[in-house]
Structure formats: structure tokens, C-alpha cells
């Protein structure tokens, strides 16, 4: 489903991902861990297509197509979200109107028919449901004044929306507590468990994967992945530390 081949990509002409290799298959959830500046927001940006961000070696196939290829709102379009770690304010605009601003968007590209506002708001009442977030805050500027909880489940619904094939989420437990930490990774699991998707779950922590059990889990250090196994190893490195264990990988 996501092929990632030798990866390599730079900013600023600095060398952040050397040689990063990584396969995804549908309906699996492929675990990312590692230290922090290993390269790991790195890689969802360069996966996202943000600017700035330079792949000088290595391919990313995404359902058969080359992804690098594609401009950031064509990923989306073919099934591709991200969520960030840091998710942005856009004071003035409520997060309704964004959030059916960007499903007719994709729609659009995709040949298919735009939602009404009807229609659109009894998916988002569905959705902010299943979040456990209020139909107020949606009614709200995006992110403005959200806590960092209110962040996470806000971007969960709008994942819920536009229901992706592949979702890449960077340290979406951050600044979570354990109450939000449950809601957030069984929003995942709604959304995202099925046989035909597929999920990058990028954390430090073991925690949120005891709620969104993972298939895989790879180490990401110094730009490459060092080693890939079961759940067992986010235990271990929990255990350890990712020193000790990157010294026997
Ligand atoms: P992680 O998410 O694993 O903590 P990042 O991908 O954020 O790591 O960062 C990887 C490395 O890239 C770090 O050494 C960081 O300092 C560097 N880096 C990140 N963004 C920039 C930037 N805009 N300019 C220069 N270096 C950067
Ligand atoms: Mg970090
Ligand atoms: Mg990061």
C-alpha cells in the first residue's frame, strides 16, 4: 500500500532521512519510534509533500502510484492524511466551513459530487460524535484557544471526514492525557481498523500503542530504520530505553 524506498531527503542541504526503508500493507498499522531528532516529523512532512523539504534519493510508492509526484492537495485527493503534531490556528474561519471546505475539495479532484451543508453537517455530527467532541467547538475557529486535547480530537474528526486510505499521524498522543489519550486512539481505531487502510503511527511512547494495537514497529534513528518487529519491541524499547536497545539491533 506504501512503499518507501531509500529515502533519502534533506533541508536546508542538511541530511535528515539517509536511506529509509519501509512497507506498509493494507490493513496494517505500522508503528514509527525513535529518538527525538531522528527524523521521524521529517519523514511525514516529506511524505505530506511540504515545501522545503528535498528527496534527493529513494522512491514512495502510495497505491502504485509515485507519490513524490504528486502536488500535496493530489496526495490528499488519492487517500493520503496527515496529522501533526503541532496543528495549526486559522483564526476566522470555523472549523465547520474548513473541514467541508477540504472533503468538497478532495471530492472535486476525485470526480465526485460535493456535499450539501445538510448532508455534510450529519457527517460531522457523526464523527465529532464517535470523538466525543461537541458540535460547539466545531462551530469554533479552527483550533483557536483549543486545548491540546481539544487539538487532537478536532483533528480526528476532520480524519473521520475525509475517512483516508492511509493515515500518517505524527505524535498525535503528544500533550495528551490518559482520559483524551483513550478517546483519541479509539477514534483511530474506528476510523482507521479496516482491511483496506493503512496507518503510520509515529510516537515516543508506548502508551498510545496499548489502545491502537500495531502490527509492526520500526525503530527510526539518524534518518534510517534500524530495526522492525512486533508490539514486543515498543515494550522493549519502554523497558530499556532506546539506547540499550539499539545496541543489540
Ligand atoms: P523527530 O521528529 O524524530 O524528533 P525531526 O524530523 O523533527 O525529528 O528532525 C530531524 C532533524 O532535522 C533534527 O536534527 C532537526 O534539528 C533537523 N531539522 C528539522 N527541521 C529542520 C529545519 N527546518 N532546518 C534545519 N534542520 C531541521
Ligand atoms: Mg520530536
Ligand atoms: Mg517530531
Redesign the pocket.
Known sequence: MLKIENLHAE??G?A?LKGLTLEVQPGEVHAIM??????????AYVLGGRP?YEVTEGSVTFGGKDLLDLEPHERAAAGLFLGFQYPVEIPGVSNVQFLREALNAQREERGEEKLTGGEFLKLAKEKAGLLKLDMDMLKRHVNVGFSGGEKKRAEMVQMGILDPQFAVL?ETDSGLDIDALRVVGDGINAIMRQPDKGVLLITHYQRLLEVVKPDKVSI?SDGRIVRTGGPELAMQLEEEGYDRVMETA
Open positions: 533541508i536546508d542538511k535528515i525513535g529518538p527525538n531528532g531522528a527524523g521521524k516529523s521529517t519523514l522545503g505524527d527510526l
